[in-house]
């Protein structure tokens, strides 16, 4: 069989890497071909992460870069419906929820390829979130949808997905993070934090660092945690240009966004997380990092159930409380959801290699 594996934007990058390594066995037998859709771009966005991964070189690259979410979505599916005209996929397989996974779902299906999902059935019930539409556009149409946990499949349920196209196989992302967290762990830290307690800070959702008030409010309550804890913070470059100055504290360092290694050990040294992303809420959980979430929602409630994670919103108060209340309290230890062992890619491969070629 022939598979196209995608990926687009800095997330992907951790879940579809054990996918291509458990592919390895079988690749006298069968073809496997990378594409990435060019989303991220910058080395540090991009290249570097395939770097650490070990991620070879995308068989192609389509270049699409940054554009309005039409634009974006739009140039993904010209550029890769002629990919897979020319390959013929029998198989895409498509991971997390960026613009690129929903536009190559899309072109894919409607081309007559089977759509595989890695990380199905994960919903905030917030439509105000691109990925959200993202997700639940291309889980409707997927024809596997490997999920991450039990509450993801029962999701799918409730949107009518039948039961056997559902495969709870765990999460790729902490089949990466397991596999090189003791590298990480070894590496030098930012100078100055070695030994020392400190924060960790990552802010880039739109609905965070678009609206001037909304971020002003946001850096206001993380200049006061800084008053108590160092804060190392990894600027996305779309939050760069919007801190207009808000990020001045002596105690809170702006730092480019790091590697895939670099940023790992300083999650797994620091004493907390502030974050409004969503693989980090299930990095956190898993190193046993106490995680605050900056957002209203998550769609990853099994990070909250398990104890690591809490969601603040963004009232600068009510950020500020929970912080001071996870530097009272003794930190969590690590947990594992179940499932989340380091083997889900070997189980998303395996299934993919069952499951049967479409007759011509
Ligand atoms: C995208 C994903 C988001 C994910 C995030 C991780 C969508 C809808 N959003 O958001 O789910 O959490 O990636 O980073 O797909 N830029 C660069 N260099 C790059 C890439 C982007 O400078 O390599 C800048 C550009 O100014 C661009 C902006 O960042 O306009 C936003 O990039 P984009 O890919 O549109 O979305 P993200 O905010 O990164």
Excluded at 59 to 77: F, I, K, P, W, Y
Excluded at 134 to 139: A, K, L, Q, S, V
Aim: contains cysteine.
């Amino acid at each position: 069989m022939k598979f196209l594996l995608v990926a687009g934007a800095r997330p992907n990058f951790m879940k579809i890497a054990p996918v291509l390594e458990a592919f390895r066995p079988y690749r006298d037998a069968h073809e496997v071909r990378l594409v990435h859709t060019g989303q991220h771009y910058d080395a540090r966005m991009s290249g570097d992460f395939f770097h650490d991964l070990g991620i070879p070189e995308p068989d192609v690259n389509l270049g699409v870069g940054s554009a309005s979410h039409a634009e974006q979505t739009a140039r993904v599916m010209v550029e890769f419906e002629q990919v897979c005209l020319r390959d013929k996929p029998d198989w895409v397989v498509v991971v997390g929820d960026v613009n690129s996974t929903m536009a190559c779902a899309i072109t894919a299906k409607k081309l007559g390829i089977r759509v595989a999902h890695v990380e199905a059935g994960l919903r905030s019930r917030d439509m105000s979130m691109p990925e959200e539409i993202n997700r639940i556009c291309t889980d409707a149409i997927s024809d596997l949808l490997f999920t991450t946990d039990r509450g993801a499949g029962e999701n799918l349920l409730r949107e009518g997905v039948s039961p056997e196209k559902i495969k709870f196989v765990g999460n790729t992302m902490i089949d990466t993070l397991l596999r090189h967290i003791g590298r990480a762990r070894e590496l030098p830290l930012p100078a100055g934090l070695a030994g020392q307690r400190y924060a960790v800070l990552t802010l880039h959702r739109p609905a965070n660092v678009d609206c001037e008030d909304t971020l002003a409010g946001i850096m206001e309550a993380i200049g006061g945690i800084a008053d108590r804890i160092p804060i190392v913070f990894p600027v996305h470059p779309r939050t760069a240009g919007k801190l207009n100055g808000s990020s001045r504290h002596p105690n809170l360092r702006v730092v480019e966004p790091m590697s895939y290694f670099a940023f790992l050990g300083l999650v797994a040294h620091s004493r907390m997380v502030l974050t409004d992303s969503g693989g980090i809420q299930e990095e956190t959980t898993v190193l046993g990092i106490p995680c605050i979430t900056l957002r209203e929602n998550t769609e990853r409630p099994i990070t909250c159930e398990m104890g690591t994670n809490t969601l603040v919103g963004r009232d600068p108060a009510r950020i500020g409380a929970a912080a001071a209340a996870v530097l009272e309290a003794p930190p969590p230890s690590p947990r594992q959801p179940e499932l989340w062992d380091g083997r889900a890619a070997d189980r998303i491969v395996e299934l993919l290699l069952h499951e049967h070629p479409l007759p011509c």
